[in-house]
Structure formats: structure tokens, C-alpha cells
């Protein structure tokens, strides 16, 4: 371990804390501790830190969990220490991970990937087209969650060592897009799991990986990661991450100013500019990194009504929520993005649902909604329409700025709106399917091509979706999406797949949102490295910075 000597006292606490779970055998045998017998003077020696380490926040220790990879899961492009085959950016860009280049056939049903051959699990062991097969089916004979990912691949066929043969089920254009973004798949070293017989009950704790990162140690509220010197790739010039737990938004920040922590990431506009005075402290935004929509329950009343939901549709102040945010947007398309989908974006659905109470009350008479004398707004059923709208924990602060606005503004259309606070993301999908209207959030990934279209279909392998949605036209559109490499028929299909996205509103996309990222000047430069990359954590992102001194 470098055993560099840091006067800040914030590392002190977080090398006590790592050393003990075993880190201080290693200090004493590299040298690190004195060798006076006093255990205060050992002590003191244990503040010892590389000054090249950076400290990142995180608000859950969930985000800690020792859950093995092949269990959690996660996006390539988010994974420190696990690599997948392909990543994709937000610029729709798919670049070489543990492949170097692929090619699909005419019928999209093989993908053949050429893979690296350079690269070495971080205990040595050299990566092979064995460890993607081994993947492939350890998840699917286990059946572990993440398997669901790789639901479309029938078998992986290894030619030689560096070549990985997908052969699918049915065609399917889009795989790359399947196993690169959220969720993802990572690739698991065979040497490890061939010998795990209980995968569900399996503690990993020595996560092997391929990727810029080797995990080194946890500790209760943290982990530490060291710099892969093996690494394949670009080798990151800081020493390591250091993940810490800090639960409060108030408190990262406050630790950020206090040199405690190195960058905090979601900061509100109002906290950007306070810090904007602050010595050593910079701020950046990382524009349109999330979409929130308010979406219905197809299956419930009054939102199995369409015209219902076009009303309500015309019933949404996107500007107002918009600027509630404090950064990104509006929203007016009917599902993708058009920083991120292009020209996948069918400009004739653009903006067909503005915001117009007056259309929306006129939608609501013609199909028997109707105002008493007291302003209450009747259904046909003959009952007031009373809206329950449930609210997990995903969004929560923007969830509360949306039902602000729509409370409000449904009011005047004589709608009662009330919501309910779910902590369980299992309550809160159950509320969900027994209510009409329920808001969501999506990283903007979800949003950035036809594939994500997809969303909205009935298929043999996704039996429902989150808005009931169910229109055989519709899904005949995905399913031709997914057999066809032809980009444009696929633009084609895409444009009729959102018309009847218009036509039928399954959801009404509000605003999207940035996330704005603040700094220390003084500890690293190169945060900010342009729109393609999302996170703080993103690989790309901690390759590129660089200490601005040593001490």
C-alpha cells in the first residue's frame, strides 16, 4: 500500500475504520506502522492514505451491498471492477469493453463477438470466451434474476478463446442495447463460480473482475477500491476510489466543503449557487440525465377510458414542473428523447398535448365527465373522480413537485388528488397496479432509441408492462423492430410505434432533469469530460482525472 502521509483528518477516520476488517495486518507488514509497542503511537501512524485516492459520497449503504455481481447485476458502463462485452454511451455510441468488435448476421439471430485478448481477471487468471459461456449459462441453470437479461440468447458458442458465437431464439436487432444499459450484464470469472454450488446464499467477497478497479477492502459505511495496474485498458492515474456512506443530501455537502469528500453529485440549483462563493469548489451540469412521466394504469378506472387519458394529458404544466426542477426541461414527445434518439423522434407527435385546461375539460364532457354544482368533477360511473397517486421512493423530490402542480391544476377540473408514500418497492408496485395514475422515473437511457419502445409491448417474453398497455398492432411493430438490422425500416417502425403512442397515451412524459455536480479544484481536475457520460462514477469519468498534487 502507498503509504503516503495525509494531514487531513476525514482519512484518519476512514482508515480506521478499513483496518478494522484486516487492512492493518497489511499495514504492519508493509511497514506502515512505527514500531514503538505503544498501540496510541501504532495508531497515529494508521492515518496513512495515498493523497491520490478519491473519496466519492454515496446515500445508501445499499449501494455497498456485498451482493454478488451475479446476483445485483448493473450496467457495464457503471461498473468499476466488472466488465460486459459492449458499453454504451449517451451519445447512442457503442464502444469496446471486454469485445473489441462484433457482427451480427442478416437475420440478427447470431451475434459473433471478437474479444480481447489481453485482458486477465485482477487474480491473474486470463479472460476467455469460456467465462462469457460460462455466464451465459450459470445464470440461466441457477436462475439467477439477472438471467433475464440474456432471455433472448438460446446457446454462446466458444470457436476459440477469443471468440464468443450468441446464437438467439428469435431474431433481435437491439441485443448490444439489451446487455449494455440498465440494466446491463457484466461478465463473471468461470474459475470463481464454477465451484459456487448456492449462488442465491453466495457472499462474494472477493469480486473478482476485469475492470480499471480491484476491490480491496469494506468496512461498515465503506468500501475501497485500488487502481487495476493489470488493467487492459487505460490505466486510471488516481490510486483508487474510496466509497463512503452519507446518507444526508445536507451532509455530502457539508463534507464536500470540509475537504472530507472529493465531488457530490445531485445537488439542487439552490445549493449550486450557494456554493458558487466557495473556495476550491467548482460546479458542473450533466445535462438531461433522467425523464419523469405520469403515467396510467390502463387496467383501472378512469384511466382505462381514452379519452380520459387524453384529457389529463392536456392537464399537465411541464413549463411549471419544469422550472419547479430548477434544471432540464420539458418534455413534449410521446417516449424517446431527442438529445439522445434523434432523429428516432417522430416530429409529428411532438407537442400534440399541451397544456390546456380548457381542451382538457371540453375532452372530459364528451365522454360523460361532468362538473355538479359544486365544482366536483362526475364520472359516468356517476361517482366523483377521486385520484390516489402512488409514490415510491424512486424521484421522490421530483415526485413531490409534480403532484404539487397536478393537484392544483386538477382541482380546477374538479379531480380530488391525493397521494401515498411507499418506503417497499414491492407495496409501492402493488399500489401501482391497483391505481390509475402512478408517476415514474427513467434514466434517460431508457429513452434513447426504438428499442426502448419496447416498453410498451406484449410479448411472449413480457407477458404485461407497467401501463397494461396491450395493442396488437403495437406489438407487432416490436417484434418486427427486433428481427430486422435495417435501420431504415427500423426509423419506420419507430415513427408508427410513437403514433400510437399518441394515439393511446399509456403515459405523458413531463420534464427531464440534469444533474448538477459539484467538486473539489483543489484535490482533482477532469470531472467534467462532456455529455456522454452520466455518472460520476463511470469508468470513463475516474480514468480521466487527474490529482492536482501530490503530497
Known amino acids: 500500500m502507498n503509504c503516503t502521509v495525509l494531514h487531513n483528518d476525514h482519512r484518519t477516520s476512514i482508515f480506521y475504520a478499513l483496518c478494522g476488517v484486516g487492512i492493518l495486518l497489511f499495514c504492519v507488514m508493509a511497514g506502515c506502522v512505527g514500531s514503538s509497542s505503544s498501540s496510541n503511537t501504532g495508531a497515529a501512524n494508521l492515518t496513512n492514505l495515498p493523497a491520490t485516492d478519491v473519496i466519492i459520497p454515496v446515500d445508501s449503504p445499499s449501494a455497498l451491498s456485498s451482493t454478488s455481481n451475479m446476483q445485483k447485476g448493473g450496467i457495464p458502463a457503471g461498473s468499476l471492477i466488472y466488465e460486459g462485452l459492449v458499453i454504451k454511451d449517451r451519445n447512442g455510441k457503442f464502444d469496446p469493453s471486454l469485445a473489441l468488435s462484433w457482427n451480427v448476421s442478416a437475420d440478427a ?27 451465459n449459462d450459470y445464470m440461466k441453470t441457477n436462475n439467477l434474476t439477472m438471467g433475464y437479461v440474456l432471455s433472448d440468447v438460446q446457446s ?86 474510496i466509497l463512503k456512506v452519507i446518507t ?42 433522467g425523464v419523469y412521466e405520469v403515467a396510467f394504469n390502463m387496467a383501472q378506472y378512469p384511466a382505462n377510458i381514452s379519452t380520459f387519458r387524453h384529457a389529463m394529458s392536456h392537464a399537465i404544466d411541464r413549463d411549471t414542473i419544469s422550472s419547479l426542477f430548477g434544471t432540464g426541461q420539458p418534455t413534449k414527445t410521446t417516449f424517446l428523447m431527442p438529445a439522445f434518439a434523434g432523429d428516432y423522434v417522430n416530429p409529428a407527435d411532438v407537442g400534440m398535448y399541451d397544456y390546456n385546461l380548457t381542451e382538457a375539460q371540453e375532452l372530459l364532457a364528451s365522454a360523460g365527465f361532468v362538473k355538479n354544482a359544486d365544482g366536483t368533477l362526475i364520472g359516468p360511473d356517476g361517482n366523483p373522480v377521486t385520484i390516489t397517486i402512488p409514490l415510491g421512493t424512486k424521484g421522490a423530490a421530483g415526485n413531490d413537485k409534480i403532484t404539487a402542480v397536478l ?14 408514500s411507499y418506503q417497499d418497492s414491492t407495496q409501492y408496485r402493488n399500489a401501482v397496479n391497483v391505481n390509475p395514475v402512478f408517476i415514474d422515473s427513467f434514466p434517460v437511457m431508457l429513452h434513447d432509441d426504438p428499442d426502448a419502445l419496447g416498453n410498451f409491448a406484449v410479448t411472449p417474453l413480457q407477458e404485461t408492462n407497467y401501463y397494461n398497455y396491450n395493442d396488437p398492432e403495437y406489438n407487432s411493430l416490436v417484434a418486427q423492430v427486433k428481427n430486422t438490422t435495417n435501420q431504415t425500416a427500423i426509423k419506420e417502425m419507430a415513427y408508427q410505434m410513437q403514433d400510437l403512442l399518441a394515439r393511446d397515451v399509456p403515459t405523458a412524459p413531463v420534464a427531464s432533469t440534469d444533474t448538477l ?35
Open 109 to 135: 439471430k447470431t451475434w459473433t463477438f471478437h474479444l480481447i485478448q489481453n485482458a486477465t481477471w485482477n487474480d491473474g487468471v486470463p479472460f476467455t470466451c469460456a467465462d462469457v459461456k460460462f455466464t
Open 156 to 241: 454462446v458458442d466458444c470457436p476459440d478463446d477469443s471468440t464468443a458465437v450468441f446464437h438467439l431464439k428469435t431474431s433481435y436487432s437491439a441485443l448490444l442495447d439489451q446487455i449494455s444499459r440498465t440494466p446491463g450484464i457484466t461478465i463473471s470469472p468461470m474459475h470463481i463460480w464454477q465451484n459456487v454450488t448456492d449462488p442465491q446464499h453466495y457472499q462474494d467477497t472477493r469480486m473478482i473482475g476485469t475492470g480499471p478497479f480491484v476491490f480491496k477492502q469494506a468496512a461498515p459505511g465503506y468500501y475501497q477500491l485500488t487502481t487495476n495496474e493489470n488493467y487492459h485498458g487505460r490505466i486510471p492515474v488516481i490510486t483508487g476510489v
Open 248 to 289: 444526508n443530501a445536507d451532509s455530502q455537502v457539508l463534507a464536500l466543503k470540509n475537504g472530507e469528500i472529493d465531488v457530490v453529485s445531485g445537488i439542487t440549483p439552490a445549493v449550486a449557487q450557494s456554493l458558487s462563493g466557495e473556495p476550491n469548489i467548482a460546479v458542473y451540469s450533466i445535462n438531461d440525465t
Open 407 to 420: 393537484k392544483n391544476d386538477w382541482a380546477q377540473l374538479g379531480i380530488s388528488v391525493s397521494t401515498l
Open 517 to 551: 455536480v459539484a467538486y473539489r479544484t483543489d484535490r482533482f481536475t477532469g470531472w467534467d469530460i462532456g455529455p456522454g457520460y452520466h455518472s460520476i462514477l463511470d469508468p470513463k469519468v475516474l480514468e480521466n482525472l487527474t490529482p492536482v498534487q501530490s503530497t
